[in-house]
């Protein structure tokens, strides 16, 4: 599903951000992504979008060889890639029901399909009522809920959240937390990268920590620190 083979990465300006890692996500898998400020999360997270290629060793996302995709397959290659964000980037003119909606237009869905999976996926995530609702009416949760919906509404092998409760408190995080382990449990792969450190504790996932660009810890069932 996710294979990262003696992967390296260093930036155009010389900034070596990732050195020799290895990893492999099953499909269904759970797995944290955790380590310190600048340790290469987001560079990792790219890699696995194809916003980067590595420049050594060798990616394959659901069978794909993401170094040799042309400009043209990329877009492709990403309907299989859901993702979240810290800051949600919803379309702040289209309701929640559009935004949803928009991200299965511009993958050339029939409009029969739209009007199926939109209810369906904003009633995964509990948003059936405020469907109308623009992102400025809406909770931060509740956007993030949105921009959930949005990225698994594709069906997704892999769904990607990138500090996804950054900006909620703590019971808002609980609920998505919540949402994010039903998608898994549906049989998405989800990675997400993240600080929080409870959360981590709390849900004994999998567990790879990156620091200073190498993988120092990968655990199958881990806290945000090691223990021994
Ligand atoms: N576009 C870029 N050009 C040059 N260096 C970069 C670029 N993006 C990131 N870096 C550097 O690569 C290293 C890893 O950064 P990365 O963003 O992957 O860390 P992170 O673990 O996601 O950090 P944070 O938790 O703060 O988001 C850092 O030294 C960073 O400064």
């Known amino acids: 599903m996710i294979l990262f083979n003696n992967v390296s990465m260093v930036y155009e300006n010389g900034t070596k951000a990732l050195e020799n890692i290895n990893f492999y996500i099953d499909k269904g898998e759970f797995v944290f992504l955790v380590g310190s400020s600048a340790a290469g999360k987001s560079t990792i ?4 979008m194809r916003e980067l290629v590595p420049s050594e ?10 170094s040799f995709l042309t400009h043209k397959q990329i877009p492709y290659f990403r309907r299989k890639i859901g993702v979240v964000f810290q800051d949600f980037r919803l379309l702040q003119n289209k309701n929640a029901y559009d935004n949803v909606a928009y991200a299965m237009e511009i993958v050339g869905a029939s409009r029969r399909e739209i009007r199926k ?6 009633s995964q995530v509990g948003l059936t009522a405020k469907a109308k609702m623009f992102p400025s009416q809406l909770s931060g949760g509740e956007q993030q809920r949105v921009a959930l919906a949005r990225a698994i509404v594709n ?3 892999v769904l990607i959240a990138d500090e996804p409760t950054g900006n909620l408190d703590p019971e808002t995080t609980m609920e998505i937390m919540q949402i994010l382990d039903d998608i898994n449990k549906r ?7 993240t600080h929080a450190e409870k ?3 709390m849900m004994q996932k999998r567990v790879i920590e990156v620091d200073h660009g190498a993988i120092s810890r990968d655990e199958k069932k881990g806290g945000y620190n090691y223990v021994n």
Request: hydrophobic residues 50%.
């Open 45 to 48: 997270i790219k890699l696995i």
């Open 57 to 66: 060793g060798t990616i394959i996302i659901n069978e794909t060889n993401t």
């Open 117 to 122: 999976n939109v209810p369906n996926v904003l």
């Open 155 to 157: 069906s997704p092998a």
């Open 187 to 193: 049989g998405t792969t989800v990675v997400m990268a």
């Open 199 to 201: 959360i981590v504790n």
